[in-house]
T-cell receptor, first 110, second 116 residues
Framework: NAGVTQTPKFQVLKTGQSMTLQCAQDMNHEYMSWYRQDPGMGLRLIHYSVGAGITDQGEVPNGYNVSRSTTEDFPLRLLSAAPSQTSVYFC?????????FGPGTRLTVT | AQSVTQLDSQVPVFEEAPVELRCNYSSSVSVYLFWYVQYPNQGLQLLLKYLSGSTLVKGINGFEAEFNKSQTSFHLRKPSVHISDTAEYFCAVSEGSGGSNYKLTFGKGTLLTVNP
C-alpha cells in the first residue's frame, strides 16, 4: 500500500494563477480532508469529504475548491492564487479513530 | 466547537531526561484525543490516541499520555528522550460521537528539541 500520496511536492505560483493539488489514497477510506499548515498556527481544516460526491467546508475554505468523484482521489483546486495561500498543504484519509497524512505539498505564491 | 491549547511552543531538553508536553482542550461534547508527531520536512504520524476506557494511553516510541477529564487535559510524556525524538508534536481533538468526529482540531504545536 502506498497510503496517502500527494503531488506535486513543491510548487511556485504567481498571483492569480490556478492549480490543482492532487491527493490519492489506496486504503478505501471514505473520509478524506485537506489541511494547511502555517508557522505557529498548527494545521487548519480547509475542506473534507465523507464519501464520493459529498464534500463540505472546514475552518478556512475561502479560495479553495474540492470535488470527490471517486473514493481514491480528492483534489484541491486554487482558483486564483494569492500570497496568503503560501503554505504547506496536507491531505489525510482515514476513519473516525485514525487518520493518515500524506507527505505534503509546499506551495509558494509570489 | 472545540479548541486545543498547547501550552509550550518550544521545549528544549537534554538526552535521557524526561519530558512532558502539555495539551488542554475545550469542548461541549465528549471527545477523542490524539497526539501526532512531525519530523522535519515530513507529514504527520499518529503517536497515540484516546477514544474511551483507560485514561492512560501508551503509544509508539515509548510515549504515553493521560486523559484527565476534570482538567480537560491530555499531556504527553516520555521518561527518557533520545536525540531522534526531536520533532514537532501536535495535540488534536475530534468530537467523540455524532457526525463531526472525523474533523480534527489541532493545537499550534510544540517543538521538542533534544540536546546531547
Amino acid at each position: 500500500n502506498a497510503g496517502v500520496t500527494q503531488t506535486p511536492k513543491f510548487q511556485v505560483l504567481k498571483t492569480g494563477q490556478s492549480m490543482t493539488l492532487q491527493c490519492a489514497q489506496d486504503m478505501n477510506h471514505e473520509y478524506m480532508s485537506w489541511y494547511r499548515q502555517d508557522p505557529g498556527m498548527g494545521l487548519r481544516l480547509i475542506h473534507y469529504s465523507v464519501g464520493a460526491g459529498i464534500t463540505d467546508q472546514g475552518e478556512v475554505p475561502n479560495g479553495y475548491n474540492v470535488s470527490r468523484s471517486t473514493t481514491e482521489d480528492f483534489p484541491l483546486r486554487l482558483l486564483s492564487a494569492a500570497p496568503s495561500q503560501t503554505s504547506v498543504y496536507f491531505c489525510a484519509s482515514g476513519t473516525t479513530y485514525e487518520q493518515y497524512f500524506g507527505p505534503g505539498t509546499r506551495l509558494t505564491v509570489t | 466547537a472545540q479548541s486545543v491549547t498547547q501550552l509550550d511552543s518550544q521545549v528544549p531538553v537534554f538526552e535521557e531526561a524526561p519530558v512532558e508536553l502539555r495539551c488542554n482542550y475545550s469542548s461541549s461534547v465528549s471527545v477523542y484525543l490524539f497526539w501526532y508527531v512531525q519530523y522535519p520536512n515530513q507529514g504527520l504520524q499518529l503517536l497515540l490516541k484516546y477514544l474511551s476506557g483507560s485514561t492512560l494511553v501508551k503509544g509508539i516510541n515509548g510515549f504515553e499520555a493521560e486523559f484527565n477529564k476534570s482538567q480537560t487535559s491530555f499531556h504527553l510524556r516520555k521518561p527518557s528522550v533520545h536525540i531522534s525524538d526531536t520533532a514537532e508534536y501536535f495535540c488534536a481533538v475530534s468530537e467523540g460521537s455524532g457526525g463531526s468526529n472525523y474533523k480534527l482540531t489541532f493545537g499550534k504545536g510544540t517543538l521538542l528539541t533534544v540536546n546531547p
